[in-house]
Structures are given as C-alpha cells and as structure tokens.
C-alpha cells in the first residue's frame, strides 16, 4: 500500500533538545503532510510539503522532502514539554485519490 | 470559527445495536472524511466525500457500515449492527478543496462495542 512508515517508533528526549523524525513511502506522491496528535484527541495539521519543494520550516519546525529517497523528515527544535505527542506522515499519491497516514511516532519530552 | 465537530464523543453499545456517528463541517470546506483509528491498523480512511458525493468508500468494511452527506454541511457514519472488532475511535476531518489539501479534524468519537 501507499501507507508510509515514521522511524522511530518511539522517541524519548530532554526538553530543548532537537527532535527528528523520518518517514518513507512507496510510491510517487502529489504532497506529503506532517500532523500532531495529543492524546485522546483529532489531529492537527503542521506542514505541508509539495514534491517539487526540497524543504520548508514553519516555526520551530523543518520539513524536508527527497523524493529520489521517497522519504521526509521532521525536525522539531529546541523541544518543549509542550511538544509530547504522536506525529504522522500522510501521503498523497498520484492517482490515488486519498490522503493514506504512517502509523506515526509517538515522541515524549522529558522536562 | 468552532472547527469540525463530532458526536458523541464517547458512545458505550451492545453487540448488535445501531450505532450513529455524526459529524458538522467547518463551513466553506467541501470536503468530508471518515478515518478510523486503532492501534493495531492505525489510522484507515474509511470513505471521502467531495461536494456530499462519495468518491471513494473503498475503505469501507462491510455492508454493516453506510455514511451520508444529507447537507453539506453534515454528515453520519452508520453501523448496523456493530461488533466488537468496531470498537475504535473514528474521526472525521474535512478541507477546502479535495485530497490534497491538509485536513481539519474533529476531536473524535471513541466507540466501544461490547
């Protein structure tokens, strides 16, 4: 399937340290899009990421796309307590018609 | 602007009762889409409607699953009759445009068959 797949799992970190999280795919895809989502509620939308773009930041937030790889990676820096979530990739492929999402990575902030 | 709104936000049933999820656009966005989330599978997108026409419902698991999109602005994911593999929690999400546009999420409905 189309799904794509977050590394790690898992992550533990202290506060202020730099989070990074990578996700892989199968096929070509339109635009890749990254979401956070807190425990016991929706997701939320962070970035997007179109496949002619290389990177893009947003905040404390650097996405980057390499399409010859078929993978991206999310950089949260200088983390906070604050940013203890589960983060997604969600892919959008040619043809597809839907938007398929990882099965994410749950990273903990350590204050 | 109140977001995507869901209900109910927990729903606790019996094998075999009818359950009704039910879901309001934010207003503007044309699309409409149902996930499901487990942890064994993730999140699963179940159907997605474009302009209150399904597209794609390939997701679907069974004929004990419908949606609806009466209005634009509304619609309801229907089981009947449920299961216990159907507990899960189910979120729609809805955009501006069509697929490839980032999606706003409702809070969600944790359902529990049991």
């Known amino acids: 399937s189309q799904q794509g797949e977050e590394d790690p799992q898992a992550l533990s970190i202290q506060e202020g340290e730099n989070a990074t999280m990578n996700c892989s795919y199968k096929t070509s895809i339109n635009n890749l899009q990254w979401y956070r989502q807190n425990s016991g509620r929706g997701l939320v939308h962070l970035i997007l990421?179109?496949?002619?773009?290389r990177e893009k930041h947003s905040g404390r937030l650097r996405v980057t796309l390499d399409t010859s790889k078929k993978s991206s990676s999310l950089l949260i820096t200088a983390s906070r307590a604050a940013d203890t979530a589960s983060y997604f990739c969600?892919?959008?492929?040619?043809?597809?018609?839907?938007?398929?999402f990882g099965q994410g990575t749950r990273l903990t902030i350590n204050p | 602007d109140a977001g995507v709104i869901q209900s109910p936000r927990h729903e606790v049933t019996e094998m075999g009762q009818e359950v009704t999820l039910r879901c309001k656009l934010i207003s503007g966005h044309n699309s409409l889409f149902w996930y499901r989330q487990t942890m064994m599978r993730g999140l699963e997108l179940l159907i997605y409607f474009n302009n209150n026409v399904p597209i794609d419902d390939s997701g679907m698991p069974e004929d004990r699953f419908s949606a609806k999109m009466p209005n634009a602005s509304f619609s309801t994911l229907k089981i009947q009759p449920s299961e216990p593999r159907d507990s899960a929690v189910y979120f729609c999400a809805s955009s501006r445009g069509t697929v490839g546009e980032k999606l706003f999420f409702g809070s969600g409905t944790q359902l529990s068959v049991l």
């Open positions: 990421i179109r496949s002619n773009e």
């Open positions: 969600a892919t959008d492929a040619w043809g597809a018609q839907k938007l398929v």
